[in-house]
């Protein structure tokens, strides 16, 4: 029973959230009723100038290097640590053995080809 109770009451409090919130509005005065009749302006608004007289919105900017001082040279150069040099090496060696590889396959899949082509070939069926 206690448990239907706060069912029922979670109910209630969920629609009349929803009915609250869907409920029109109540009527709103005017803003120029509540507000003082403004006075007539003794000075003129300023007028639009012609768009050929406005300044570009944005402006690019200059570019130019970031300021160096002339007593350093390249004090921020990363240099790198004798392991990386070394797991460089290795790198560029294991891509050399694997290009020459590479180009191995590569000319022997071409010659396969050749021959392939060659036994498809009539004009040298004499030479089976």
Do not use: N
Not at 13 to 33: D, K, Q
Not at 84 to 101: F, G, L, P, T, V
């Amino acid at each position: 029973m206690g448990a239907r109770l706060r069912l029922l009451c979670l109910g209630l409090g969920i629609l009349s959230i929803t009915m609250g919130c869907a409920a029109t509005p109540p009527p709103v005065a005017p803003l120029r009723a509540t507000l003082a009749p403004a006075a007539p302006a003794a000075v003129a608004p300023p007028a639009t100038p012609a768009p050929a007289d406005l300044p570009s919105v944005v402006a690019p900017l200059p570019y130019g290097p970031p300021p160096s001082t002339p007593d350093t040279s390249r004090p921020d150069t990363y240099q790198s640590s004798p392991y990386e040099r070394k797991i460089d090496e290795e790198e560029r060696d294991y891509r050399r053995r694997r290009s020459a590889q590479e180009q191995e396959q590569e000319q022997r899949y071409q010659q396969w080809q050749q021959e392939r082509a060659r036994e498809r070939d009539p004009r040298y069926e004499w030479m089976r």
